[in-house]
């Protein structure tokens, strides 16, 4: 009895621990960015000469009139610039990851890959990513690291291996019976999932033979289950008929949208009252083509600035030429343009559905999706939102991340011009600033400050 007391007194202590170490962080004066205008992510319109106080790693103060500055703060003169939440990516697959089924312990030369990939986004003023599926013992080891601030990297979180049916799309969590398959479930809870990815896609659609998925009683079972110990859910959908299973089977949000025909009248009208988050995914359909019939994006400064040389002149040439005839690529050139509509459809009747994701493994990636949103007719302003609150809310965050009110963590992003105007702008990076802390953007390791001589370096 004492020996059960024992350890419910040490389960409390193990459990009451902070989850985010980050208040671990050494304090830094108080920050307060002040004359900037403001665009909070609420989706409100831009408020002009508006002050931002931050204390410690949450922002304390917010607004336009006369407010509190801290003793010792750190003043930054935001006039002419504009201050927007974090950017957000909750569809990612970061690279360095091998196959997921291996559970070593990763090699420093995953760690390195993994840890340029990250810096990636945080150069291009991404503080927060969802990684949708990777190898467990990779991706959980730098989402450990992270809040332990032992790299500097965005807040990750992460499923590690996705659960799919044998032969589905995914894996390495293979579920066929119930209740034995449990166990498998608790194989992927062990590794601490901060949410659950499942496969569910019947392919047999565009240019890719046909594969088994869940029947849709085992998938209300796995997800929950996945509830019953307080984990949410995001699923891999294609078409309307499997979105619509999942939404009813119980899952928290999709991992794409609907990509295989324009949706029904009836779907909108079903998502106007859902709201289910859904990721947007476009930039991974569309980089193929992209890729096919201008190579040349790869130029732009975001691009030549995080990845290598090498790489780029390799898409450039034989990439850019095997695209030109994959049937993969030329499917999603064709159905881009729907999922864009979709999105749009989805966006007209809940401003906090859509969800910024990329579904790939860089910042560069964050901002094509942005302008693919606005591409399909997605306000820059709605853009900006979808990116920031509606990725957090499909994390379940809400309540920490997504927007610049007073109480929340203070992920922010300074830029010199006005992303609501072109969200091209979007990419005019001034300051990033993650948990309270300003990132040295030139202390990062991307291509761009390899490339300095070690003497430029501060
Ligand atoms: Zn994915």
Redesign the pocket.
Known sequence: MRMRIAIAVLLFIVLARPVQPAAQQTPAAPLVIRGVTLIDGTGRGNAVNATVVVEGTRITQVGTGTLTVPAGAQIIDGRGKFLIPGLIDV?I?LAGGGNRTNVQPITPQQELSGVRALHTYLYAGVTTVFD??NQGSFIFALRDKARANAIISPRIFATGGTVTSPGGHGGPFYVEAWPQDRAILDQHLAGKPDMV?IGQDEHGWGTRPLITQLADDLLEKIIRYYHSKGVRSTI?ISNEHNAIEAIYAGVDTL??PVIQSPISASYVNMMRVKRVPTAS?LT?GESYSRLADHPEYLDQPLYRDTMDAADIQRLKTTESARMKNDSWALWMKVMTPVAQNNLKRLNDVGKDIVACGT?RSSGADVHRELELLVGGGITPADAIVICTRNAARFLGKLDELGTIESGKLADLVLLTADPTVDINNAKRIEMVIKDGQAIDRTRLDVVANRKLPAAAKR
Do not use: Y
């Open positions: 569809h697959h949708a599926g990815k891999h991992a794409h995914t991974i579904d």
